[in-house]
Nanobody, 120 residues
Framework: QVQLVESGGGLVQAGGSLRLSCAAS????????MGWFRQAPGKEREFVAA????????HYADSVKGRFTISRDNAKNTVYLQMNSLKPEDAAVYSC?????????????WGQGTQVTVSS
């Protein structure tokens, strides 16, 4: 089993930055893809970013490209999401997820999420 715990959310003004962290425990994430997703009130959960085990491959939603950066520190079993130039529409609960298949398509472990609020 893998447990994921997010942190780093909070309230920020539009144009500001936040860095989210996702710490994994239970087992090492060798070969796992890690992703970030978000869900705003009344909306479906949407993909934000993903990163391969090596960190050599990343994918981003078009809405965050150029503003968000996903990274990981495998020695610490931690994944990060650096969010810059935040917009009010970025406000949501951000959750990290782990994909044991390594395909970026089948996330089977999820964290509880951390709230990000962006004031205009």
């Amino acid at each position: 089993q893998v447990q994921l715990v997010e942190s780093g959310g909070g309230l920020v003004q539009a144009g500001g930055s936040l860095r989210l962290s996702c710490a994994a425990s239970g087992r090492t994430l060798i070969g796992y893809v890690m992703g970030w997703f978000r869900q705003a009130p009344g909306k479906e959960r949407e993909f934000v970013a993903a990163i391969s085990w090596s960190g050599g491959t990343t994918h981003y939603a078009d809405s965050v490209k150029g503003r968000f950066t996903i990274s990981r520190d495998n020695a610490k079993n931690t994944v990060y999401l650096q969010m810059n130039s935040l917009k009010p529409e970025d406000a949501a609960v951000y959750s990290c997820a782990a994909d044991s298949s390594g395909t970026m398509k089948h996330y089977n472990y999820w964290g509880q999420g951390t709230q990000v609020t962006v004031s205009s």
